[in-house]
């Protein structure tokens, strides 16, 4: 597939995402990122989108130098940052009305978090791969998607890994979670309260 190659932004730089929303505020979305990191951006921030359309403030969602996603101090999983394998990632985060933040790598649902601030809710456009104070890091990426809604987590799950064909095309899937193993089943006549085997055969019949 086609695959953009990122430089590290400055505050009057980003990628701009048109919502084509016609101005109403959105509250419920996904968005999914096919990415790959480079060796320049590893240890180091790198923003996934800025709802603040004057990017005047923070990002609001990361990825953390320990290779966490989330925002506010609030980071967990692992994106792979090439030192053991090069590999891309499919980060997706989704997040509802609610407030509620879901963060899932590669399909895995890896940490959930408080975002209710309306910080969060989106306006007309918002940026991707840029941030307020030079947080910012080279890469590539092959695809994005941005949805109106949020997905459940087992239809992330089914979304995979990265595919060539694109963010909407799934990937490699995790496999579905073991069934619950089923309760132990009563004993049969009950709790035994006498048991004997070839009693003195003088004295009464055996068994």
């Given at each position: 597939?086609?695959?953009?190659?990122?430089?590290?932004?400055?505050?009057?730089?980003?990628?701009?995402?048109?919502?084509?929303?016609?101005?109403?505020?959105?509250?419920?979305y996904?968005?999914?990122?096919d990415?790959?990191?480079?060796?320049?951006?590893?240890?180091?921030?790198?923003?996934?989108?800025?709802?603040?359309?004057?990017?005047?403030?923070?990002?609001?969602?990361?990825i953390?130098?320990?290779?966490?996603?989330?925002?506010?101090g609030?980071?967990?999983?692992?994106?792979?940052?090439?030192?053991?394998?090069?590999?891309?990632?499919?980060?997706?985060v989704?997040?509802?009305?609610?407030?509620?933040?879901?963060?899932?790598?590669?399909?895995?649902?890896?940490g959930?978090?408080?975002a209710?601030?309306?910080?969060?809710?989106?306006?007309?456009?918002?940026?991707?791969?840029t941030?307020?104070?030079?947080?910012?890091?080279?890469?590539?990426?092959?695809s994005?998607?941005?949805l109106?809604?949020?997905?459940?987590?087992?239809?992330?799950?089914?979304?995979?890994?990265?595919?060539?064909?694109?963010a909407?095309?799934?990937?490699?899937?995790?496999?579905?979670?073991?069934?619950?193993?089923?309760?132990?089943?009563?004993?049969?006549?009950?709790?035994?309260?006498?048991?004997g085997?070839r009693?003195?055969?003088?004295?009464?019949?055996?068994?």
């Amino acid at each position: 597939s086609g695959v953009m190659r990122f430089q590290p932004t400055t505050p009057t730089q980003g990628l701009e995402i048109n919502l084509n929303n016609g101005g109403a505020t959105v509250s419920n979305y996904t968005m999914v990122w096919d990415l790959f990191r480079p060796g320049p951006s590893w240890n180091s921030w790198l923003p996934l989108y800025q709802t603040d359309v004057t990017n005047a403030n923070d990002g609001d969602f990361f990825i953390n130098p320990n290779d966490g996603i989330g925002i506010s101090g609030n980071y967990q999983g692992t994106v792979s940052n090439g030192r053991s394998n090069i590999q891309w990632n499919r980060v997706a985060v989704t997040r509802a009305a609610d407030g509620t933040m879901k963060k899932y790598i590669d399909g895995n649902l890896v940490g959930t978090q408080t975002a209710s601030d309306a910080r969060f809710n989106l306006s007309s456009f918002i940026y991707i791969l840029t941030d307020e104070d030079n947080e910012t890091q080279p890469g590539y990426l092959s695809s994005f998607r941005y949805l109106d809604n949020p997905l459940s987590s087992e239809q992330v799950r089914l979304l995979g890994n990265v595919s060539s064909a694109g963010a909407t095309v799934p990937g490699p899937t995790i496999p579905e979670p073991p069934p619950e193993p089923p309760p132990p089943l009563p004993p049969l006549f009950g709790r035994t309260l006498v048991m004997g085997h070839r009693g003195g055969g003088t004295l009464a019949p055996e068994n």
